[in-house]
């Protein structure tokens, strides 16, 4: 029993009280470039959530036979396989999608969340349980990469999804698209208040002084 | 064996990599055939996009009978249309052994001038002829490409369309954009003496709102003056090897 909340916690964790972006403040580059639209941001979600959790796994699995000299470059090896793996197939099967993530899949590998779990737990625990810390962390990056993006495509080009959402009635009247929201310096400030509001919900996030 | 000496270092190093090696040699060959359908399928709908067949006219094409927009639908609206194809060599003649549709321009404009082939394309719909060519050149930091329409005059710019590789998003990234690519339609690529002009992207010109359809100008992008000259240059570089084959249509016309 006591193992199996332990997995739990490995999973929900991330999601929110150890949350890689809003509280370890990881991977902000990539968060800030690809929400201006909510698909390429699930997309980018998933892909990260695949490479996090098979290179901890894979790592993990023969993390007692890595030399310890070339640890980093092994690991870099293994995630550099792993990100290429996933570009070539969204190449195959979302040409649309990877065309808009461009070179953001392959920055996946410079991802400091991927190397940081890595280092901080897959080479110090079991491969099922670095396999759910990667699933938990890579879904606490889409979590938040899908929440700025709901808000960035909504108010910037009034659309989810590339649906149109705010009707047209909205527009005549004179409602305008907030083309702001469409910059990155938008997704900081959305971001930053993101991390405002869970801390205000979350007191004890808060750094003491 | 000792995890600590070279040789163990070595040798898993040896190891590692010739899997991942592998692994990644046979992933590339098998997703090959799908990337290369999909550069395939985005590149006639690019060219069709020219000719004011853009998504939403091919979605309600293919709704109407019944079709869901596909690869096979794509390349069906493509075939239907677009009934000549031809590589033209520098002098304007058509090469014959060549296939228009499968020349890289990448590696083309790279050739000698006399080297190359010149890939057009030649559509007919609803009754109106339209010629297609592709364009290749340099932006500010990166490849630009497109594809130009004329109507039947081989003068007047029917529809544009833009890509590039890595200009900056917001800046010469809105080559892209529809109000940018709206701006050539209707412009003319020689003036009324028959000379070549090509359409130049300039900055500041005297015409904004792009009224004046014979001064072979668009507006420019305010802060992007790199890339819209690589537009400019790339229009006049690649239109220019097709003059020769426009004369001999005229020529045959009167």
């Known amino acids: 029993m006591a193992k199996k909340k332990k997995w739990k916690d490995l999973l929900v964790d991330p999601l929110n009280e150890n949350n890689p972006i809003t509280v370890q403040i990881l991977g902000i580059c990539s968060a800030l470039a690809i929400t201006v639209k909510l698909m390429p941001a699930i997309v ?32 870099l090896l293994i995630v550099a396989t792993l990100v ?12 649309d999608v990877s065309k808009q993530l461009s070179v953001f899949v392959g920055l996946i590998i410079t991802n400091c969340i991927v190397m940081g779990r890595l280092e901080a737990f897959a080479l110090a625990n079991k491969p099922i349980d670095s396999f759910l810390d990667g699933i938990g962390n890579g879904a606490g990056y889409s979590f938040v990469l899908i929440i700025v993006a709901f808000f960035r495509e909504l108010l910037g080009s009034g659309t989810l999804l590339d649906k149109k959402i705010i009707p047209q009635s909205f527009y005549d009247a004179g409602y305008v698209n907030n083309a702001m929201m469409l910059l990155p310096a938008m997704a900081l400030i959305t971001l930053g208040i993101y991390i405002w509001v869970q801390r205000s919900l979350y007191p004890q996030l808060t750094e003491k002084e | 064996m000792d995890r600590n000496s070279n040789l163990y270092t070595i040798l ?34 690019d060219i069709m996009y020219t000719i004011g067949l853009d998504e939403t006219a091919l979605i309600s094409k293919a709704a109407a009978e019944g079709l869901q927009l596909n690869y096979k ?26 296939n228009a549709f499968d020349i890289n321009m990448k590696a083309e404009v790279k050739k000698p001038v006399d080297k190359q082939r010149f890939p057009i394309f ?26 130009i329409a004329l109507e039947e005059d081989a003068n007047t710019v029917k529809g544009v369309k833009f890509g590039h590789k890595g200009e900056t998003p917001g800046l010469g990234a809105e080559i892209t954009k529809k109000w940018f690519e709206k701006q050539f339609v209707g412009e003319k690529i020689f003036d009324k003496d028959g000379t070549f002009r090509g359409i130049t992207v300039l900055k500041g010109n005297k015409d904004p709102e792009n009224k004046d359809k014979e001064d072979h100008e668009v507006d420019a992008i305010s802060g992007a003056t790199l890339t819209s000259n690589g537009v400019t240059r790339m229009i006049k570089e690649r239109l220019q090897h097709y003059v020769p084959f426009f004369k001999k249509i005229k020529e045959q016309k009167n």
């Open chain 2, 73 to 98: 639908t794509i390349e069906k609206y493509f075939k239907k249309y677009f009934l000549k194809q031809y590589a033209l060599k520098a002098d304007g003649t058509v090469d014959k052994s060549i």
């Open chain 2, 122 to 147: 030649i559509a007919q719909m609803d009754g109106h002829k339209y010629y297609v060519i592709p364009l290749y050149g340099k932006g500010l930091w990166d490849d630009i490409w497109g594809y």
């Open chain 2, 12 to 45: 898993f190093a040896a190891v590692i990599v010739t899997v991942s090696a592998v692994l990644l040699a046979v992933a590339v060959m098998v997703l090959k055939p799908a990337q290369e359908r999909n550069k395939r399928q985005e590149k006639m709908t």
């Open chain 1, 44 to 75: 980018m979600g998933i892909s990260v959530m695949v490479v996090v959790a098979f290179s901890n796994f894979i790592v993990s699995l023969i993390r007692n036979y890595i030399p310890n000299r070339i640890r980093i470059i092994v690991q």
């Open chain 1, 84 to 95: 290429i793996l996933v570009d070539q197939l969204l190449k195959a099967f979302a040409y």
